[in-house]
Every structure is written in C-alpha cells, then in structure tokens.
C-alpha cells in the first residue's frame, strides 16, 4: 500500500468498501446504482436516509483513477449506458473482481475543522468480487479427504443425486493406485464442472458450488491445470497410494488451488476491506422450493462461520482483516409489495441469525436490509373477491406490456419442507424502469440511502 493511500486511512479518509453476492444477487446493478446516486446526490434528492444529502453537506462526488492499477475497472459507464438505453436492458454481470474509485467532497460537520479546512473529502474504494469465490473460504479449513466427505453427503440429496450422476459414474471407473494422466484429470474434472453449471441452472438454483473458481474462474485461471481436479466420493483407507497416482495428484491440487487460488486472493485484497455488504436474492429461492432455500442459507452460513472476527477467527488468522461493518441485503425488494419489506427484512434475519450474532459478539457492526438498487415496479391495487389488495405492477423481462399482480406473501419464518408448494410463491423478474432523465438525477430505489448510511455515514 502506497504511503499516501496508508495515511488517508489513519486519517480516517478513505473506506474499502467490499460488494459481493451469489450469482443473479444484483451485484452490478447496485454499484451502478451506487455510483450514480451519489454522482447526483448534489442535484436529486432521492436519498433522504443519507444524512450527508438530506443536511446538504454533500459538495460533489467524481470518479477518479483507481489506486490499484492491476484490478480491472468496474465500468460504470457501460452499466449505466446499458440502463439508460431505449430500451433499458440490465446491465451484464461481472465475472471476476473489479474496482472503482469515488471522492465525495463534503462539509465537515466538526466543530473544531470547520475553522481549519470546512471542505473535507472522502475516498471510497468500491470492490466488486463473486461470491462464488467468497465460497471457497471454508476450504482453507478442511483436508482434501474432509471436503470430498462434505460433497459425497451432498449429492445424496436430490437435486444434487440426479444432476451429478455422469460424474459419478465416472468417477467409478476411475483407479485411484493408477498413474495420473493429464487427459483423466481433465475429463473428470470437466463433468464435475458441468455438474455445478447444472446446479446453478434457474429450475435448481443452487449456491452452495465449490470450488468457486470452478464456474467462475476469471480471465487469470481459464484452461488453467489449476482447475483440473475434483473431489472424490470413495477414498478407501487401507492402500498404498504412491506420489504419482490420480488420488495423490488430486489431493496436490486441490492444495495448490488453495494456496496459489485462495488464499492469494484473500491477502492480496481482504486484508484492506473496511467494509462489506453481501447481497442475497432471497426471493429467488421462493420460486425454486425448499431445496434451493437450504443450500443458499447454508452457504452463506458457511461463509459467515468462516468470518469469525476474534484473534482466533479463519478470516483474522490468515489476513488480518479489519471490517468493522457488515450489511446483509435481501435485493430485489421491489419485486414484493410494500406491506412485505419487513417480512423480507426478518426472512433474512431469521435466515442468518447464528452469524448475524457470531459477528456482533466479535465486535462487528451489523444489519440486516431489505432494499432495490434500482425500483422497476409501481405499488398498485386491485379488488379481489370484494377485498382491495395490495399488488406491484411492472414490465416483465419477458414481455413487452406491464402487468399487476400480487407475488405472494413472505414469511417471516421459514416455512416448513412441505409448505413449498408449487405456486405458493411467484415473484417474477421485471425489465428496468424507462426512465426520461436518468443522465440528470439519481436513480429510482428502495432504502439504498439506508445502505449508504450505514455502511458510510459514520465517516462524513
């Protein structure tokens, strides 16, 4: 870290600020919406929960060059472009980590620096990364023979069972005392691979897919050896397994991908974040069932085990991370009625409440919220049966007039296995919003303010 970028921190001037979710969370279109909310914060007044805006002391927000030149850049301006089209189209997510850098420009509210310097600026680092990559964090804990035991339990269950059969069944013709080939390890770890796509397809949507790089591998690690290897089911215990057999070159890999993957990426980037937020479609796995909804918590839980925060913690103990604010959003809010964003906001509460506490009792600051980077559905009403009912109306992604209808409740508390019947939940997706002068004012939203405040009001 430059000397410059170290000393903005102690001053407290600047703030990593750390985005990341599952896939299909919304990522992209919340640093967009971000971005662009506070590019316009001087001349909209859409966010009356950020008290810098809503006390007029915000003086200006610009992007500015990014201090680590070897990330990519997170393209705002092809995002935005992307929303602002006619017609608008969502923007296309992001595959592997990115940046961008903001200075937001303000007016101290100190007593003591007014006098001195009234005008004060603050550097916010957003950094974009998959949280497929945030799954193989748990990894570091676990031995080749653990993590294969964790995956054999898994595809037990359905839909797992059935989506991994052909891997399975390769895998049992494999000999594990057998030399290693390049051309076995490939293929097998090929149809693993293809195993988690399945997995990740919109009729199973399931989360909890490791190794991470694996459907997510980025522009560094494509075709890589690295990637080439998978767990196994069977590992018996009383054979000799010599150093250049297919088992001992598994288990080589699976190590180098932990250290050369893994933890490379963590101490090169987690040992700077200050804060995160971790985005999760909630709603997603209304409409998937029981089964989707227990992999997505369990994953997240696994994640958020693995971010224990005391000196004795995984995250502490190999980086030496400092986060001193954690925000957990359930997106997509405008996808239910208003009378719902409180049972969003307890769903995930409830959902994540064992980790919501670890974190707390480690000192850690944090919340849960339900929120909409960008709000594409109205509130409406219609009379059903002679009773006047709550509905959102919108443009759906696949159709070309709006509609209104009623999603479906969500409760508060998870269902049980046999309560997610099919057509119980149908919270569809909607185009973006068009809107007439979105390059003049912020963006349409729900409780992004809210975020904005948490996650940086206490530094202005």
Not at 257 to 280: C, G, N
């Amino acid at each position: 870290m430059k000397f410059n970028e170290k000393f903005n921190r102690s001053l407290d001037k600047q703030v990593k600020l750390a985005v990341t979710g599952l896939s299909r969370s919304g990522k992209t279109v919340f640093i967009t919406s971000l971005v662009h909310q506070l590019l316009h914060g001087l001349e909209d007044r859409r966010l009356p929960f950020f008290k810098i805006v809503s006390t007029d002391r915000l003086r200006g927000t610009k992007i500015l060059p990014q201090p680590d030149m070897h990330i990519p850049t997170f393209r705002y301006d092809r995002a935005i472009e992307q929303l602002c089209g006619d017609p608008p189209t969502w923007p296309e997510p992001t595959n592997g980590i990115s940046e961008v850098r903001l200075a937001i420009r303000y007016l101290s509210n100190n007593p003591l620096l007014k006098r001195m310097s009234p005008i004060k600026t603050l550097y916010v680092d957003i950094v974009d990364y998959p949280g497929e990559w945030l799954l193989d964090l748990p990894l570091l804990e676990l031995s080749y023979e653990e993590w294969s035991e964790q995956i054999a339990r898994l595809c037990e269950m359905e839909p797992r069972a059935t989506l991994s059969q052909e891997w399975r069944t390769f895998l049992e013709t494999l000999d594990l005392t057998s030399e290693a080939e390049d051309s076995t390890l490939r293929q097998v770890s090929q149809l693993y691979t293809d195993f988690l796509y399945r997995c990740k397809e919109p009729q199973y949507n399931l989360s909890l897919l490791q190794p991470g790089r694996f459907t997510m591998p980025g522009e560094d690690l494509k075709g890589a050896p690295l990637l080439e290897f998978c767990p196994l089911l069977k590992i018996p215990q009383d054979i000799d397994y010599n150093d250049n057999s297919l088992y001992a070159e598994m288990k080589r890999r699976y190590e180098s991908y932990k250290e050369h993957v893994v933890k490379k990426f963590y101490k090169a980037h987690f040992s700077s974040f200050d804060r995160q937020i971790i985005l999760a479609d909630v709603l997603r796995t209304f409409n998937t069932g029981y089964a989707s909804f227990v992999d997505m918590r369990d994953a997240i839980n696994m994640v958020l085990k693995s971010f224990h925060y005391g000196k004795s913690g995984l995250i502490n103990k190999f980086f030496g991370l400092k986060i001193d604010k954690m925000l957990f959003a359930a997106t997509k809010a405008d996808h239910v009625t208003p009378d719902q964003l409180s049972h969003l906001e307890s769903f995930l509460q409830n959902m994540l409440a064992t980790s919501q506490n670890n974190a707390t009792f480690e000192g850690v600051s944090s919340e849960t919220l339900a929120l909409a980077a960008v709000k594409c559905t109205q509130a409406a009403h219609t009379t059903f049966q002679g009773k006047k009912m709550s509905c959102i109306k919108g443009m759906p992604i696949e159709g070309d007039k709006p509609i209104a209808l009623f999603p479906g409740e969500v409760p508060i508390e998870v269902p049980m296995p046999e309560e997610w019947v099919e057509g119980r939940f149908h919270f569809m997706a909607f185009k973006p919003p068009r809107l007439a002068n979105v390059h003049g004012s912020g963006l349409p939203h729900i409780r992004l303010d809210h975020a904005l405040e948490f996650l940086l009001g206490d530094k202005f």
